[in-house]
């Protein structure tokens, strides 16, 4: 039972109106550990918020709780202003989760463990058969409808699992890491389906490590760490707040240069030049922003006598903004 006691009021809050799921002060302890402290946010219809931090940031732990699979330490999950714990039965026909490893029965076929999961939600035999046509297209398994699901693979098995998730047509969606198994053709699918999902305006949340991905589809980023909240906002607030009034530059040079190093030398003692990175024909370094400081920067090169070929400031992305954190992996 959650007790609703109030955690810290401290770090960033993720805020949307008209919240279809909501996560206050959320707080999962396991013994001495900590896997999720304090976090706070919102998902509300055509929301979909991309979460990313490294292996043990708590990305896993809260999307369980979100779900009502992991119980709280502290905090409150409520789905349609129903607590998720509590109240089960009022939120498990909106609510849609597939974990990571998503659990198949392997010895039945794709439209008969399909047929099952509808079953299990009181769906009607002809409401089954229309829903179950419907995804296996959607989800590219229509060709693999009587094949038995130990014979998929894993990319299968995963949008299997995506099928299973929103045959019962639910409200929020909880994905971990769906498109960890699919390749670059079915990457591109799925980013598709997600949109499409968001558009018709369900609540998302996806887990992933392929930020590129997430930048495409995504309207919201939260960037977890050692089971905080550490940024969040669109994806143009995130990946601006990596570089507000810095960011990185990229030149590269006409041919490569032997005395390259020294030629950079007053650079390197520059403190205002950071990430200073190079190698024969190109450097890559981290500066003020502003238009005024990228012509002083060029200015620079020039005057050491580099043939500069090619001068751009590179527009900041998630990556960036990841890295900004200064998150170190942990396993």
Known sequence: MISGKRGRDEGPKAKMAEALLEIEHLRVVFGRLVAVDDLTLELGGGQLLGLIGPNGAGKTTTLRAAAGLQPATTGQVRLFGHNVFEHPERVNHHLGFAPDTPGLYPTLTVATFLEFIGRCYGLSPQMIRERIDHWLERLWLA??????????SRGMRQRLAVARTL????????????????DPAGRVEFRQLLASLRD?????????????DLAEYCTHIAIMGHGRLLR????????GAASNLRTMYHIQLARRVGDL??????????E????????????TLEYDRDREAAAELLRRLLGVGLPVAEFRAIEPDLEQAYLRTGIRQVD
């Open 143 to 152: 060709d693999k409808r009587e094949e038995r699901i130990a014979e998929l």
């Open 167 to 182: 045959l019962p047509d639910p409200h929020v969606v909880l994905l971990d890491e769906p498109a960890a198994g699919l």
């Open 200 to 212: 018709q305006g369900k609540a998302i949340i996806v887990s992933s490590h392929i930020l590129a």
């Open 232 to 239: 969040y906002g669109t994806v143009a607030e995130v990946a």
């Open 261 to 270: 190093a020294e030629r950079l030398q007053p650079l390197l003692a520059d």
């Open 272 to 283: 205002s030049v950071t990430q200073l990175d190079f190698d024969g024909d190109r450097i």
